[in-house]
């Protein structure tokens, strides 16, 4: 018998300083078995972060390879902008920015590992692939606080995250970084 996902109810309230966004979201995220919460958070985040017309989670979720795990689509359906979690592989990144104007990684691990993982290998426009690194120990923070139904305040300014719920807050900072050096 397969286990099926977990759905999670998140209002969230965005307040990005940094790009001028101002947006009250209701989210409903599943939680495949094989995923880790701060995998799921950081999918969270991920869309959070990069929030504009057109942006969706994968309708597959984790078991549709083929799609990223957040994506912006013009009104035509072209991808405007690809944005993975983890740390996708080299032919997985090589296929995003031959589909996509944009491509994005966002990672709750080392973004070294990423870096070394693709080191070497043919990435199409890798210069452009711009990779986010999410404080893990915000995530690890925050874990226990998230419910089947939970709010969250998400302030973003100056590369930091400023997350609130249940009374608590919590912070931490998104680093950027290049696979190409």
Same mark, same amino acid.
């Given at each position: 018998m397969a286990l099926t996902s977990t759905v999670y109810n998140l209002d969230v309230t965005l307040n990005d300083t940094d790009r001028n966004v101002y947006? @009250? !979201?209701a989210l409903r995220v599943a939680l495949h078995p094989s995923e880790t919460m701060e995998h799921m958070l950081t999918r969270? !985040?991920?869309y959070c972060l990069e929030f504009q017309e057109g942006i969706a989670f994968s309708k597959g979720g984790l078991s549709d390879g083929d799609q990223p795990a957040v994506s912006v689509s013009h009104p035509d359906g072209r991808i405007k902008a690809w944005i993975d979690i983890g740390l996708p592989d080299a032919e997985r990144l090589n296929k995003a920015s031959k589909a996509a104007e944009k491509v994005a990684v966002y990672t709750h691990r080392d973004p070294g590992t990423l870096r070394r993982q693709t080191a070497g290998q043919r990435i199409h426009k890798v210069e452009d692939i711009a990779v986010y690194a999410i404080d893990l120990k915000l995530l690890e923070e925050l874990v226990p606080f998230i419910d089947?139904? @939970?709010q969250l305040e998400i302030t973003v300014t100056g590369g930091q995250l400023y997350i609130a719920t249940g009374?608590?807050?919590f912070t931490g900072a998104v @680093?950027?970084?290049r696979l190409d050096g």
């Open positions: 947006e @009250t !979201l969270v !985040l991920a089947r139904r @939970t009374g608590k807050a @680093t950027q970084h």
